[in-house]
């Protein structure tokens, strides 16, 4: 891609009207300070000091987040939360990066889905974080919460570019993406050609239809549980698009950690990473592809060239250790460059 190719594409970033309907959760980072570390009197165990709280949105946020980063026009959060304190702060967070929040249903009967994250302030990166916390529901959705969800979205829809899907929550039909509600965006992605319908899935990513579909590279050879240092042959992913293509019904992305990104349309494409020196923290960086793909592709671009500022995005998301980071149009700008450097020798 060119320079100035990019410049166009980025210059329609702050046109764009996307929704991002799943499941939200809280990053709650608890900055702790081990040198104030105290001992429990009565359990004798450590007390760890927190020195600073740092809430940032989590899933379906962190899209959010990096979608606002990049200058999206208008952003819309639509899911399912709790009526508690961590859903004040998550709607805060959001509403802090301009989203509207008016489709985030708060209700009583569910606890606000949070990653609890302790960390020590001396250790940077994933190393420093303490064991997690993870607050989830476990009782199926209500058809009831699903459907007022489904009603903002449809409310939406004729003024949208673009729709974003992110299930997190792997507990069947725990979360807003429950089968009835895949059910339904297939008909609405069916319905409204003119829309972007996209959508990235912890552990249902083959039962959606009608939308692009992000599976990693494990997810689309059916490779479950694959070990750090894992990798999925090339001529592997080449058999397996299409028919995950046939299958889903609709355009296929297959992110593959450092080794960049393969899209099935208009034809098998494989974009190369980047090469980074020095440590990675990958958290979210799956959710910075889908922020850079989708606005890129909102924005006119064709499947490959929306995959590559996906690609460039995640690229500098990863290089922010112990946070799930962003990126400006700035930041992709320079990347490009470095792409095409490392690609030309
Ligand atoms: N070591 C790395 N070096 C360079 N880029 C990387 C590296 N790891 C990840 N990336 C970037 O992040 C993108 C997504 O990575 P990966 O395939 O690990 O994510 P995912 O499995 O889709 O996401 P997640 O784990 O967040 O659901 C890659 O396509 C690439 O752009
Ligand atoms: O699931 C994990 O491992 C995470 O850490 C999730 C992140 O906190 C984040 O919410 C993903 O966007």
């Known amino acids: 891609m060119e320079t ?28 702790t300070d081990p040198q104030l ?31 606002a980063a990049l200058g999206a026009g208008e952003l819309f959060a639509i899911g399912v939360v709790g009526d508690d304190g961590q859903g004040y702060d998550l709607k805060k967070e959001l509403n802090r990066r301009g989203c509207n929040t008016e489709g985030l249903i708060q209700s009583a009967n569910l ?3 949070t990653y609890l994250k302790p960390l020590n302030k001396d250790v940077p990166g994933l190393e420093g974080e303490h064991e997690r916390y993870d607050t989830k529901n476990r009782k ?41 509600t895949r059910d339904a965006l297939a008909e609405r992605a069916e319905n409204n050609p003119n829309v972007i319908f996209y959508a990235d899935s912890r552990r249902y990513i083959h039962h959606f239809r009608n939308m692009i579909i992000k599976p990693n590279e494990f997810e689309a050879v059916g490779h479950e549980n694959p070990l750090p240092g894992d990798q999925v042959e090339l001529t592997q992913l080449e058999e397996a698009i299409p028919r995950l293509r046939n299958t889903a019904n609709a355009p296929i992305c297959v992110t593959r950690g450092a080794n960049g990104i393969i899209v099935s349309d208009p034809e098998l494409t494989s974009i190369p990473g980047i090469k980074l020196e020095g440590p990675v923290d990958t958290t979210g960086a799956g959710d910075s592809v889908s922020a850079g793909l989708v606005l890129t592709l909102a924005s006119g671009a064709i499947l490959p060239e929306a995959a590559l500022v996906g690609m460039l995005v995640a ?6 250790l112990g946070t799930t980071g962003t990126a400006s149009q700035e930041q992709v700008s320079e990347r490009l460059i470095m792409w095409k450097s490392q690609n030309e020798s």
């Open 111 to 113: 606890m606000t889905p």
């Open 315 to 320: 690229s500098i998301t990863v290089k922010q």
């Open 4 to 31: 100035e190719r990019l410049e166009e594409l980025l210059g329609k970033f702050g046109s764009r009207r996307i929704a991002v309907l799943g499941d939200y959760f809280l990053d709650r980072y608890l900055v």
């Open 37 to 67: 570390a105290e001992k429990s009197i009565e359990t004798g165990k450590t007390a760890h000091q927190v020195v600073d709280i740092r809430n940032a949105p989590g899933a379906a946020g962190t899209i959010v987040n990096n979608l």
């Open 140 to 180: 199926t959705m209500t058809q009831r919460l699903v459907n007022e969800a489904l009603e903002v979205l449809d409310r939406l829809l004729p003024e949208l570019d673009a729709v974003i899907v992110l299930d997190q929550v792997e507990e069947e039909n725990c979360g807003v993406l429950t089968a009835e």
